[in-house]
């Protein structure tokens, strides 16, 4: 197991200690309580003890870094293996633990959110019509008839900045975008619904029906999942590519016996050899790219009153985790062998699971490969991945009976589908493109060279 | 402007002070070859030399005896407690003594003292290193009771304290002493006792606090600004007396009050704030004034889980804000 080792709080009011000499390198055994680095701090100077027995692997920060109590200052593999386990290098630390707060779980879970969806209702619920202080009186001064009047408090209450802007309205509810609580377009959208016959004097508000989102509540026992920004970041790219790209799609089939005999005879050498696995994605991209050579309108952006056709060749991959997508690209795809381009996916699928993507590794793609097969689907519609004109996918290979020559036979066959932005791209060029990728794939065979 | 620490500030003031008075001294436990136990008082005796920076018995009385002594004779002492928590032994000689010394000789004698003690939390000092004790001082009229946040607070409010010609309760939040730092004057100035500050404006819910909670509040209004929800946020500073007028007046501005301390929250000082908003301005009140502060235990724990829940945090802070705007 790997365990992060942490500033540890070095005296009381400490907050932050520098490391003046590490005593240890990448390589070394350490005993616990073995001293791993001298640390400097305005207060004292120290050294830090080793937590645990095991091998240094790495060390994280360097000599004169000034890190904060609770940062992270190198890792130790112990014996056992498994997960990385943060530990704090003195049981005194402070930061680490830091998701217990009950208070910081979110108040929020049973309380509904102010004032979504229809205002009728949440106003008939502030029912008791009980008003602060602060609003009874605005109220009073300004003569206004507080059922007019929606609110956007907890409950439909309505608050004090309500009946401002109601005055400030000459007399209209408009729930502005500063009202607190999470608000997105759709919502403010919604919100211009619910003027109910407003005051005598305010001329009439056009009032427009509901553009029908209904208001999507948790049910007892639901879990609430909050959206972070890799989730938001994927929903606003799939629905812009949707709503902007008219896709089209096609599918053809493809003969991979051969491939799958090659890749067979290769894939126990490789493995010895290079240290990581050989799959059919490097062979696959290979047969795209040199496709994408031949029909270069392929590798273009719809650009407004242009297309863009580009010159590089960068082929994006989809890598998924857990609960994200990422599409890192590998630069001038059509100057690697098949070896590179392997090299290259399982660099990034690397990068991707543990995180250490870079904004470099995540631009400039213009061609996207999706290997949907690897979890067993045989047949998808991918989106197009933006601004790029198309999308394939390489679907499971599986033996099906298929005619051959005129007779049956059992053969490894596997599904293309390819989506295209029907604004770059038509279906001809398409089909012929995808044809040269058949080709190719059916082509690979024991003459083949991956280097 | 230089940026230095919370403690750095208090330093500069105790040697400009030094330098521009011969009266003022400074003396307590580990104050002189030490430098203090935080280094507040580092290189004054160096510079200034035993006479004026005295090292002290560990007898708590006994420092806030001299010192007041030693006011009432003409100088002016600046006295430290190690630990807030040390300052029991010796409240009897600042409650009957010093903050009663004018009024009981009818301004024959008064008592220009400084007392300053570290207290508050987070640095996992447990029991007697880490309790807030200024609520209990916050009801002896004669003392000024002040907790500054800010480096530039502390140094202006140290020279005003040390200035003033009555007794000041100097309280430094320890955890700040190196977490917090900004820009301070290189020159002199000070900043009056007795005046909240607004380190923040806001519309929609209005946070008063003070020390170390005082930055959590503004952290996490610099985080809520970004969802749309915006906090004014109030800087007691001098908690007793409290600046009646600040706090009215930044109650007004949304009618939402968040009150945050670390102290214990009954009896602490965030009571007597709501109630003199309670008192001053009802109607414009928008919801019930809200208090976050520590739990009504004994003691700050030891154990680091305890200490924790013990202790506020950005995260509580930030329920609760959001909790206040979102009513």
């Known amino acids: 197991m790997e365990t992060q080792v942490l500033m540890p709080q070095l005296g009381e009011s400490v907050t932050e200690g520098t490391i003046a000499k590490w005593l240890i390198k990448p390589g070394d055994t350490v005993k616990k309580y073995e001293p791993l680095c001298e640390v400097t701090t305005d207060k004292v100077n120290a050294e830090v003890p080793s937590t645990v027995e095991g091998t240094v692997t790495e060390l994280v920060a360097r000599e004169g870094d000034t890190l904060s109590v609770g940062e992270l200052i190198c890792y130790i593999e112990t014996r056992a293996g498994g997960a990385k386990a943060p530990v704090a290098a003195q049981p005194t630390d402070t930061k680490e633990i830091a998701s217990e707060t009950p208070a910081a779980e979110s108040p929020k879970a049973n309380i509904p959110l102010p004032s979504k969806g229809s205002v009728v209702n949440s106003a008939a619920k502030a029912a008791g019509k009980r008003y602060s202080p602060a609003v009874m009186r605005l109220a009073q001064e300004n003569n206004i008839d507080l059922a007019q009047i929606g609110g956007t408090g907890r409950e439909g209450r309505i608050t004090r900045k309500d009946v401002l802007a109601f005055i400030e309205n000459g007399g209209m509810t408009t729930q502005s975008a500063k009202q607190p609580g999470p608000i997105n377009e759709e919502e403010a959208a919604m919100n211009v619904v619910h003027v109910e016959s407003p005051s005598q004097t305010a001329p009439a508000p056009s009032v427009r029906p509901a553009v029908s989102t209904p208001e999507i509540n948790a049910y007892p026992g639901d879990t609430e999942i909050p959206v972070n920004n890799i989730r938001k970041t994927i929903a606003s790219r799939m629905v812009q590519s949707k709503h902007d790209a008219p896709h089209a799609w096609t599918m053809i089939e493809v003969d991979m016996t051969n491939l799958v005999k090659l890749r067979n005879s290769l894939k126990a050498e490789f493995k010895a050899k290079e240290g990581f696995n050989l799959t059919f994605m490097p062979f696959f991209i290979k047969a795209v790219v040199e496709s994408i050579k031949e029909f270069p309108i392929m590798n273009s952006v719809w650009a407004g009153d242009k297309i863009i056709m580009r010159k590089s060749i960068n082929v994006s991959i989809a890598v998924a985790t857990d609960d994200a997508l990422f599409v890192p690209v590998i630069k001038d795809a059509d100057q690697k062998s098949i070896y590179g381009l392997a090299r290259a996916v399982d660099e990034l699928a690397a990068k991707t699971r543990h995180g250490k993507l870079s904004m470099d590794d995540m631009s400039g793609g213009t061609f996207t490969v999706n290997n949907t097969g690897s979890f067993g689907s045989v047949l998808s519609a991918p989106i197009i991945n933006q601004p790029q004109a198309a999308i394939i996918s390489m679907e499971s290979i599986v033996k099906r009976p298929v005619v051959v020559d005129d007779m049956i036979a059992i053969r490894d066959m596997a599904n293309l589908c390819l989506s295209l932005d029907h604004r770059v791209l038509d279906g001809l060029v398409c089909g012929r493109f995808l044809q040269s990728v058949k080709q190719k794939l059916e082509a690979y065979g024991s003459h083949t060279s991956i280097y | 402007m230089a940026i230095i620490s919370y403690i750095d500030a208090v330093t500069q003031a105790l040697r400009e002070e030094m330098q521009r008075d011969k009266r003022v001294f400074v003396m307590g436990e580990d104050v002189g070859v030490r430098g203090g ?291």
């Open chain 2, 37 to 327: 136990v935080f280094r507040a008082t580092n290189g004054l005796y160096e510079e200034f030399g035993e006479e004026r920076v005295i090292d002290t018995p560990l007898a708590e009385s006994a420092i806030a005896g001299v010192a007041i002594g030693a006011a009432a004779y003409g100088m002016r002492p600046v006295a430290e407690m190690q630990f807030a928590d040390f300052i029991m032994p010796a409240v009897n000689q600042i409650v009957s003594e010093a903050a009663k010394m004018r009024y009981r000789s009818n301004n024959d004698w008064h008592c220009p003292l400084v007392i300053r003690a570290p207290y508050g939390g987070g640095v996992h000092g447990a029991l007697y290193h880490s309790q807030s004790v200024e609520a209990m001082f916050n009801s002896t009229p004669g003392l000024k009771v002040v907790a500054p946040s800010t480096p530039y607070d502390v140094k202006g409010m140290l020279k005003a304290a040390i200035r003033d010609d009555d007794p000041v309760l100097f309280f430094e939040h320890k955890r700040c002493y190196r977490l917090i730092k900004g820009e301070v004057p290189e020159t002199d100035y000070t900043v009056p006792i007795g005046k909240a500050e607004v380190k923040r404006e806001g519309e929609d819910i209005t946070v008063i606090s003070y020390g170390l909670t005082l930055h959590f509040a503004l952290q996490v209004a610099e985080k809520l600004a970004e969802e749309g929800i915006s906090a004014h946020v109030l800087d007691l500073r001098t908690l007793y007396p409290l600046d009646k007028e600040s706090i009215v007046e930044a109650a007004r501005k949304t009618g939402k009050v968040l009150i945050i301390h670390e102290d214990n929250k009954e009896g602490g000082v965030g009571g007597e704030v709501a109630a003199v908003i309670a008192e001053e301005c009802l109607f414009d009140l928008d919801a019930p004034i809200r208090r976050l502060a520590g739990p009504d235990v004994p003691a700050m724990p030891y154990s680091p889980t305890l200490e924790k829940f013990f202790m506020l945090n950005p995260d509580k802070v930030m329920a609760a804000m959001r909790e206040l705007a979102e009513f």
